[in-house]
C-alpha cells in the first residue's frame, strides 16, 4: 500500500495550495481518507477526512471554511483545497486511509491505517 502526498510547496499568507494523495496498493473508495499535519516541535494534528462515497466530511476547527477536501474514487485521488492560507497553516501534511467504516470520518490519528509521506507546506508572513 502506498499513499503519495504531493502539491505542497511555499506560498505567502492569503494564498492557495491545492494537495492530492494518491493510493495505490487498496481500494480507495473502501476507506475513510484524511488529512493530518505536523508542524516543527509540534504534534500531529488532524486537518480533514471525508468518508468512503464522499458523503460526510470533517475539519478541524482551525481549516472550517478554508479548506475543501475531496475525492474521486475512480482515480483513487483525496485532495485537499487549501485557500486563505495562514503562517500557522505550515508543516508537513499527511494523507492517511481508515479501513474501518463509519457514518462520519474519525479525527483520531489512531484509527488510520496507512499514511503517505508528506508533502512540506510553508506559508510566509
Known amino acids: 500500500v502506498q499513499l503519495q502526498a504531493s502539491g505542497g510547496g511555499l506560498v505567502q499568507a492569503g494564498g492557495s495550495l491545492r494537495l492530492s494523495c494518491a493510493a495505490s496498493?487498496?481500494?480507495?473508495?473502501?476507506?475513510?481518507m484524511g488529512w493530518f499535519r505536523q508542524a516543527p516541535g509540534k504534534e500531529r494534528e488532524f486537518v480533514s477526512a471525508i468518508t468512503e462515497r464522499g458523503g460526510n466530511t470533517l475539519y478541524a476547527d482551525s481549516v472550517r471554511g478554508r479548506f475543501t477536501i475531496s475525492r474521486d474514487n475512480a482515480q483513487n485521488t483525496v485532495s485537499l483545497q487549501m485557500n486563505s492560507l495562514k503562517p500557522e497553516d505550515t508543516g508537513v501534511y499527511y494523507c492517511?486511509?481508515?479501513?474501518?467504516?463509519?457514518?462520519?470520518?474519525?479525527?483520531?490519528?489512531?484509527?488510520?491505517?496507512?499514511w503517505g509521506q508528506g508533502t512540506q507546506v510553508t506559508v510566509s508572513s
Open positions: 492517511a486511509a481508515d479501513r474501518s467504516s463509519t457514518l462520519y470520518p474519525r479525527q483520531a490519528a489512531r484509527f488510520y491505517t496507512y
Open positions: 496498493g487498496l481500494t480507495q473508495r473502501d476507506y475513510v
